[in-house]
């Protein structure tokens, strides 16, 4: 039982590149989340699904798409990197069991757009 | 106002101190409450859910004040490996399935 796993682990950027974060989670849950970390941001929500099929926008959606392609896996794309997108982002998805009113983070994909 | 809001510290003890951290919420319809570590350069992993009646494990106890909107998390004893970002959480538990990140405080625990 992996958990949520997310690829890469660290990723470095031209400005105007593009790529795909990818996050699988074992949990059996039908929510997922995209989050960015930042010096003295916390973490912000980027986009969530809450399940297969449906996607919604967080607090800081501008520059990302994200897909659900199956309950396990939920893609956050960068379609045009810029500097500002500099972050460690993170997927999560609620534990194991019945509860869902917390979250269980992957490892995160540090990324640097040069 | 932020709907989350810690302060970031960081606060430097010695090896055995009590300390305190403490956190205010804006959302008044809020109903779940958490306490989240996060290492350096690791993700943020629960440490402790915060119940109206207040919550004890170990060295840590959380608790809840609706009226204030007030979070607050003691650690006794500390240990050097309690150095980490505390991150408080809440969950307001609206349609979004949203969690609200304060920013964290900062903890060193000092030889």
């Known amino acids: 039982n992996a958990g949520v796993t997310q690829t890469p682990k660290f990723q470095v950027l031209k400005t105007g590149q593009s790529m795909t974060l990818q996050c699988a989670q074992d949990?059996?849950?039908?929510?997922m989340y995209w989050y960015r970390q930042d010096p003295g941001m916390g973490l912000r929500l980027i986009y969530y699904s809450a399940s297969e099929g449906t996607t919604d926008k967080g607090e800081v959606p501008n520059g990302y798409n994200v897909s659900r392609l199956n309950k396990r896996e939920f893609s956050l794309r960068l379609e045009s990197a810029a500097p500002s997108q500099t972050s460690v982002y993170f997927c999560a998805t609620p534990p194991r069991g019945p509860s869902t009113d917390t979250q269980y983070f992957g490892p995160g994909t540090r990324l640097t757009v040069l | 106002r932020k709907e989350v809001e810690q302060d970031p510290g960081p606060f430097n003890v010695p090896e055995g101190a009590t300390v305190a951290f403490n956190c205010t919420y804006s959302n008044s319809a809020s109903q779940s409450f958490f306490w989240y570590r996060q290492d350096c350069r690791k993700e943020p992993k629960l440490l402790m859910s915060v119940y109206s009646s207040g919550n004890e494990d170990g060295r840590f106890t959380a608790q809840l004040n609706r009226a204030s909107q007030y979070i607050s998390l003691l650690i006794r004893d500390s240990k050097l490996s309690d150095s980490a970002t505390y991150l408080c959480v809440v969950n307001p538990m609206d349609s979004s399935y949203k969690l609200i990140f304060g920013s964290g405080t900062r903890l060193l625990v000092r030889p």
């Open positions: 949990m059996n849950h039908n929510s």
